[in-house]
């Protein structure tokens, strides 16, 4: 069983368009984290949710939404999408924030924006 | 705000050897966790081991293990008897050790490690 899932793996799309990329996690996790790496593969955090509540936005812009319906899931819709936008996102999730829990990775969605 | 460098961009080492990947640190933070996670090809971001700041014992993993240096801030990964499955990337990570960190990860810019037959 995968423990964080994300859909989907390769999304390209035309600048402008609107996107959604979906995590799951089956682990139980109190808190989820969605991380964006760059062309350069640097990594930084973009959204962090606990028990469905928004804890951390890293000055992200406005056009990214991110959305939790549940604990299990931790959804991030694009709107007016940039070419500056193309990079890989990880979603990840972790026991619980605050502390130093693991945190488990999901395999990544590549977006390329063209 | 905390930083975390990696100033190898690439290292290579030959299959059974043992290589040793950088890492420093800036923080004003007493209490804090490091991490180094493994990125294959594949893309896949793996845990390899976790240090806690307040621990003078170095951490170890089978064939990975850290040399903590707190006074110097330094964080380095020793791989000993490398694998061709240590070929990935790794990254160095930073977190306050706070109610307030949320879990936050403050990365490193990476190693490419490859590792010939």
């Known amino acids: 069983d995968t423990a964080v899932s994300q859909t989907p793996k390769y999304l390209v799309t035309q600048m402008g368009n609107d996107k959604s990329i979906k995590c799951e996690q089956n682990l139980g996790h109190d808190t989820m984290y969605w991380y964006k790496q760059d062309s350069k593969k640097f990594l930084k955090i973009m959204f962090s949710?606990?028990?469905?509540?928004?804890?951390i936005n890293e000055t992200v812009p406005n056009r990214f939404s991110p959305k939790s319906p549940d604990k299990a899931h931790l959804n991030l819709h694009i709107n007016s999408l940039e070419l500056g936008d193309s990079a890989v996102y990880f979603c990840?999730?972790?026991?619980?924030?605050?502390?130093?829990?693991?945190?488990?990775f999901g395999p990544g969605t590549r977006l390329t924006v063209l | 705000a905390q930083t975390v460098t990696q100033s190898q961009p690439e290292m290579s080492v030959q299959e059974a050897e043992t290589v040793t990947l950088s890492c420093t640190y800036d923080?004003?933070?007493?209490?804090?966790?490091l991490f180094w996670y493994k990125q294959p090809p594949s893309r896949q971001m793996i845990l390899v081991i976790r240090q806690e700041a307040y621990k003078q014992q170095n951490a170890t993993e089978n064939r990975f293990s850290v040399n903590f240096q707190k006074a110097a801030k330094s964080f380095s990964l020793k791989i000993s008897d490398s694998q061709l499955g240590d070929t990935a990337m790794y990254f160095c990570?930073?977190?306050?050790?706070?109610?307030?960190?949320?879990?936050?990860?403050?990365f490193g810019q990476g190693t490419i490690l490859t590792v010939h037959p």
């Open positions: 990840a999730s972790s026991r619980a924030s605050g502390g130093a829990d693991t945190q488990y």
């Open positions: 990570a930073f977190m306050k050790l706070a109610l307030t960190s949320y879990g936050k990860l403050t």
């Open positions: 949710y606990n028990n469905k509540e928004l804890i």
């Open positions: 923080t004003s933070e007493n209490n804090y966790y």
